[in-house]
Structure formats: structure tokens, C-alpha cells
């Protein structure tokens, strides 16, 4: 096939994936980003010795794509503890998986938080979500996350004060109104491997991904934008800002608005779940002892979750200071002023910790991010597109043709090289 070419719009996890496996089977693949750097919105702000990743992201170790295209050892993952903190004035108690971490077996069992049979309940949804096979998912009758639970018994308080502000940091939507297929999905992930961050930051994910795309073959061109993508019927041209390009195909993998303009497929979704999340200093002798567990806000929204990311990852911050991640949620958050987020930062902890002082907290970076995943009500997966449904020799690579996530984006570039190589070569 070395005469074949691909042009992959796009950089992101999905684009990455995509090339790698296309330049392996022997393909001519040409990648373009319209940024001056990969990973799409999987990146990380590195300055003053500071790694500041764009939203509160976390890797999951157990999603199967994660394993086969990622080596784990060489981003030298620093990893949280199971499990949360939840936290509310005055009160902080640990709610763990004994299971994994039977050292927190005994304030597990302790907190009031939540119920024996909220925690005999879980034990019961872990085995029930581990015996499902991979095709199970994102299949079949569709609730929000809020009547599955429902159905399975659990507690308000456990509902409210845990899973709300705990899933609310991985759907973006304390609500619980997301699929209840997302959460059965992160859940058996959760259940079956660790959440952690590389030690340099989330973008050296996709890093990784750029380096072993190009190891296989593939040419990978930084801020170059494409600007159409043509359909010639044995053939496509792709214009960028520098040229046009002609190939046998093209996969696109851009966001997920760029996406429909260049390819007029209404089914990609653009409706979105948005965030703020801001980072913050504090010397290391004052910042609050997480053990490193998320904190989880179960007496307010505002903000959503801290994270001590120092405390997990010292490769954050440089020398005797540590680095906090809070999470706000929705669309109000993105006019909010950052003074405003500082404030209810610091009244948090403050609540939580009312034993210490915050005052010398002091922010380093806010990050607003209007599209951070698109959204997944119920039902949703029945009406995505595939990665076929551009039509011609056009193909769709993004986390809008399976589920917003690592896993969802990482597969579709899988997806999309396997149809291609199959349809064309």
C-alpha cells in the first residue's frame, strides 16, 4: 500500500490513534493541526516549573484502548487513591474501595455518609458491571444515571453527596441527567484499574501518541489548519492554509464543530457540557492533607471538586509549594471572575478545614472551556454517526462516534483506520 495516502484532520487522541494505525499498515499518512501543539483537548499549560492540564483530567488505566496504545511505564504515572474525600463545613470523611485500598477499610465503614446498604449496594454494582462483556455497553435501555441508581436502591444522601459532586467531576454534570450507559461504563473502569495522571502533565498522552505515529511513518503538520475537505469520488482534496493536498482519503478528526462544517454531517453533536477549572498555590506546609483523594463538595456546587494534584504528582509544582485544581461547573461558571472562583475556593477549604487558614492560597491560572465534552443524555448513542457516515472516501475519527472520552476518542481512531484499510485498500 505505499503508494496509498490518508490525510487525518486533526491531532487529538482520535487523530493520533488513527495515523499510527494507518502508517503501519504500510499507508502514506499526512496529519494536520491547526494548533502548534497535539492533543486537542487533552492538553497541559507547562510554565514557571508548573503543570497546569486544561480541565480536571485523569487518566483511566483500565480502558482497554488505553492499554493497547499507551505505554503506561514510560508516562510514569503518578496515581490517586481510590475512592473520595467528602467534604462539607466542618466534616471530612473518606469513602473508599476497600477492595483496592483496605487501609481505608476502617473509615470507610465509619462514615455516616453513606448507609450499609448503600455500601452492600455498591459491592453488588461492581459485580454486576465486571461481568458485562465489552459489546454490552452503550446498548439497550437507557435511564439517566439518577434512575439507575434509583433502581438499584441507593440512598439520597449517597446519591447527592457523592455520586453527584464524584460523577459530576468525570460527566460534567452534577445533575446526573448523563446516560446511565457512561456510568456504568467508568464505573467498571474504576472497579478494575486506578484514575492517574502522567508525572509531566495529560498531554504527554497524546505526545506519546504523536511519537509513536511518527515512528510508524506518519508526517505530522503543526498549525496548519485545514480549510475544506473535497470528495472527488476515487479520491479527496484537502485544502489546508499552505496548500492543497490530494489523497485516496481523509479521516476527519477535528472538534466536533469543525468537524460537521467540513463534512455536513448534522448527527455530530455540538451541544456541550463546560467547566472552569482554576489553579492555585500554596506553600506546602499549609495545604490541606488530602491523602491523595479528590474532595468532593457534598454541602455546595461551588466549587464542584478540589484536588491537591501536588500531593498526587510533586512533578506539578516546583520546590515547596503545592498545587490545588478546583472544578466549576456549567455554563454560568465562564462569566464568572476569576477573583469570584479564588473566593470560593478558599471559603471551601476553609469549611472543610476549619482547623487551618487558606489565606496565603494564591491562583496561578484559570482555564474556561466551553466544550469540554459533548452532551450524552439518554439515549444519545442511538442517533451518533459512525464512522462511515460523511460518506465517499470521508471518515469520521473523534469521541462523537462512540462516547465522550479518552476511551470513546482513542477507539474511534482505531475504528475509522480499520474501515478505511478495509473499504479501500
Known sequence: MQDESVVVVGAGLAGLVAARRLAAADVDVTVCERRDEVGGRVRTERRDGYRLDRGFQVLFTAYPMVRAELDLEALDLRRFKPGATIARPGERSVLSDPLRDPG?????????????????????????????????????????????????????????????????????????????????????????????????????????????????????????????????????????????????AVVVAADPKRARELTGVDAIPTEAQSCVTQHYRLPAREAPDTGKRLLLNAGDESPNTVANMTAVAPEYAPGDVDLLNATFLGEEPQDVPAEEFEARTRNALESWYPERTFGALERVETHRIPFAQFDQPPGVFDDLPDTR????????????????????AMRSGRDAAEALVTDLF
Request: no cysteine.
Open 104 to 248: 481505608a477499610l476502617l473509615s470507610s465503614l465509619r462514615t455516616d455518609e453513606v448507609t450499609t446498604s448503600d455500601k452492600l449496594r455498591t459491592l453488588a454494582l461492581r459485580q454486576h458491571v465486571t461481568a458485562k462483556r465489552e459489546d454490552e455497553f452503550f446498548t439497550g435501555r437507557d435511564a439517566t444515571i439518577r434512575e439507575y441508581l434509583k433502581e438499584w436502591g441507593f440512598s439520597r444522601d449517597y446519591v447527592e453527596h457523592f455520586v453527584a459532586p464524584f460523577y459530576g467531576g468525570i460527566t460534567l454534570d452534577r445533575s446526573l441527567s448523563t446516560s446511565k450507559h457512561v456510568f456504568e461504563y467508568t464505573f467498571r473502569a474504576l472497579s478494575e484499574g486506578e484514575i492517574a495522571v502522567p508525572a509531566e502533565g495529560m498531554q504527554a498522552i497524546p505526545e506519546q501518541l504523536a511519537d509513536n505515529a511518527r515512528e510508524a511513518g506518519a508526517e505530522i503538520r503543526l498549525g496548519e489548519p485545514v480549510e475544506a475537505v473535497g470528495d472527488g469520488g476515487d479520491g479527496v482534496t484537502v485544502t489546508t492554509s499552505e496548500e492543497a493536498i490530494e489523497a485516496d
Open 389 to 408: 457516515a460523511a460518506g465517499g472516501r470521508v471518515y469520521l475519527a473523534g469521541d462523537y462516534v462512540r462516547w465522550s472520552s479518552i476511551q470513546g
